[in-house]
């Protein structure tokens, strides 16, 4: 077993149980891509086993805390379990779950995502990438599915140095796959859609939206940043006479459509726009439309903490555009995924969009990840979806 010995004083963060070892602190150790080492302090007392990526930042990442515990496949096989354990004490109204979350889960680089009968995974890393054989057969053994699609195409990849790999793992069968969250008929493709075909994270605010759009009778909606028109379906299932989505995906907008027709909705309340969402908010400001609610789910606009600033200038400019686009008395809903800006900074951000664009508002609801995402306590970058609904004064 080879051993990854830390830098003096560089134990910390470990020993608090955050996984990640970055190549700064090790002071020496080597190993092969993806190989389990033994992470040991300055004195060489054991601190973690981990796998070892030769080429990423993130040098190791912990799998156990605990000296005695093995990396075999009966370690996989608890870790999975304990995330499956945990799903089924949770509320998740959806056919559609996040059954392992990575780091939170403990099992980082991991992702797999249950759509119905199939199982979509993400080997993101050199430790899961090694023991990807085994996690399959693990994942398929405790689900008791025999269907798993690989999209591990994701940009970690890349600074792990793994090329992208996609297709069936186990089984096969058509990529298009529908599930049923809340009422509501979804469809998605995990070949070609974005990271495994759906955006589950997003669910138990979908409902809400719902909920908020029936209780304040909005009518005409902007779903900005639609994707397959998740928050679509959303606001015409409360009640919305008329729904805009706007994406710079086509493929994605043809989704909306077919979304909206399935779940029997009358295809004239809804429209869609392939553009670039901050234009598309200009331009209709300058057009004087206005609307009761407005959706911003934009991509990853700061990856890590570097880009937060250049990041929370963007955020703001669509949250500005957005609150000046409301009739009185609208309903935003407002969201960051990026692990680089936390909910506080978040509220600042939309607080100062707020502010220059003259509009006061309350803010009624907090927003993050379903808890299919789980955050730990000792990993804060899993806090990475975070949103605020403002209820824009009348
Ligand atoms: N709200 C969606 C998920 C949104 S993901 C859901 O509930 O499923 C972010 C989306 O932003 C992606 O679909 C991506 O295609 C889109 N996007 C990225 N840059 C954009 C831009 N400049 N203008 C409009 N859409 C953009």
Same mark, same amino acid.
């Given at each position: 077993?080879?051993?990854?010995?830390?830098?003096d004083g560089?134990?910390?963060s470990?020993?608090?149980?955050?996984?990640?070892?970055f190549?700064?602190?090790?002071?020496?150790?080597?190993?092969?891509?993806?190989?389990?080492?033994r992470?040991e302090?300055?004195?060489?007392?054991?601190?973690a086993?981990?796998?070892?990526?030769? !080429? !990423?930042?993130?040098?190791?990442?912990?799998?156990?805390?605990?000296?005695?515990?093995?990396?075999?496949?009966?370690?996989?096989?608890r870790?999975?379990? &304990?995330?499956?354990?945990l799903?089924?004490?949770?509320?998740?109204?959806?056919?559609?779950?996040?059954?392992v979350?990575?780091?939170?889960?403990?099992?980082?680089g991991?992702?797999?995502?249950?759509?119905?009968?199939?199982?979509?995974a993400?080997?993101?890393?050199?430790?899961?990438?090694?023991?990807?054989?085994?996690?399959? =057969?693990?994942l398929?053994q405790?689900?008791?599915?025999?269907?798993?699609?690989?999209?591990? #195409?994701?940009?970690?990849?890349?600074?792990?140095?793994?090329?992208?790999?996609t297709?069936?793992l186990r089984?096969?069968?058509p990529?298009e796959?529908?599930?049923t969250?809340?009422?509501?008929?979804?469809? @998605?493709?995990?070949?070609?859609?974005?990271?495994t075909?759906? $955006?589950?994270?997003?669910?138990?605010?979908?409902?809400?939206?719902?909920?908020?759009?029936r209780?304040?009778?909005?009518?005409?909606?902007?779903?900005?940043?639609?994707y397959?028109?998740?928050?679509?379906?959303?606001? @015409?299932?409360?009640?919305?006479?008329?729904?805009?989505?706007?994406?710079?995906?086509?493929?994605?907008?043809q989704?909306?459509?077919?979304?909206?027709?399935?779940?029997?909705?009358?295809?004239?309340r809804?429209?869609?726009?392939?553009?670039?969402?901050n234009?598309?908010?200009?331009?209709?400001?300058?057009?004087?439309?206005r609307?009761?609610?407005?959706? @911003? #789910?934009?991509?990853?606009?700061?990856?890590?903490?570097?880009?937060?600033?250049?990041?929370?200038?963007?955020?703001?400019?669509?949250?500005?555009?957005?609150?000046?686009?409301?009739?009185?008395?609208?309903?935003?809903? &407002?969201?960051?995924?990026?692990?680089?800006?936390?909910?506080e900074?978040?509220?600042?951000?939309?607080?100062?969009?707020?502010?220059?664009a003259g509009?006061?508002?309350?803010i009624? =609801?907090?927003l993050a990840?379903?808890?299919?995402?789980?955050?730990?306590?000792?990993?804060?970058?899993?806090? $990475?979806?975070k949103?605020?609904?403002?209820?824009?004064?009348?």
């Open positions: 077993m080879k051993s990854i010995r830390l830098r560089k134990d910390r470990l020993r608090r149980r955050h996984p990640w070892v190549e700064g602190s090790i002071a020496k150790g080597k190993a092969d891509p993806g190989e389990t080492v992470i302090d300055g004195e060489g007392r054991f601190l086993w981990g796998a070892y990526s030769p !080429s !990423s930042m993130i040098r190791v990442r912990a799998w156990s805390f605990d000296e005695a515990e093995r990396i075999d496949a009966a370690f996989f096989g870790r999975i379990r &304990t995330a499956l354990a799903r089924a004490r949770l509320p998740i109204a959806s056919s559609g779950v996040r059954l979350h990575g780091e939170a889960d403990g099992l980082p991991l992702i797999v995502d249950r759509y119905g009968d199939t199982l979509c993400q080997f993101g890393t050199a430790g899961t990438e090694r023991h990807k054989p085994v996690i399959a =057969e693990l398929l405790a689900t008791g599915l025999s269907r798993l699609y690989e999209r591990s #195409d994701a940009g970690v990849r890349r600074l792990e140095g793994l090329p992208a790999q297709g069936w089984g096969d069968g990529t796959l529908a599930i969250e809340h009422d509501w008929q979804l469809t @998605l493709d995990v070949a070609a859609g974005h990271k075909g759906f $955006y589950l994270d997003q669910r138990d605010n979908r409902a809400l939206f719902a909920r908020w759009v209780r304040l009778g909005c009518r005409e909606v902007l779903n900005c940043y639609c397959t028109g998740g928050f679509t379906v959303a606001a @015409l299932a409360g009640g919305a006479a008329q729904v805009l989505s706007v994406d710079s995906s086509a493929p994605a907008l989704r909306v459509q077919a979304q909206v027709a399935q779940n029997g909705f009358d295809a004239a809804s429209a869609v726009l392939e553009a670039d969402a234009q598309c908010l200009r331009d209709h400001l300058q057009a004087g439309r609307f009761d609610a407005i959706v @911003l #789910d934009p991509p990853k606009f700061a990856p890590t903490v570097a880009h937060a600033e250049r990041a929370a200038r963007a955020y703001k400019d669509i949250n500005r555009l957005a609150l000046l686009l409301l009739a009185p008395g609208g309903l935003l809903f &407002t969201f960051s995924c990026s692990g680089g800006i936390g909910p900074l978040f509220h600042k951000i939309v607080a100062g969009a707020a502010h220059d509009v006061d508002g309350a009624v =609801e907090r990840a379903a808890p299919d995402h789980p955050q730990t306590l000792n990993f804060p970058e899993g806090e $990475y979806l949103g605020l609904a403002v209820l824009k004064a009348a």
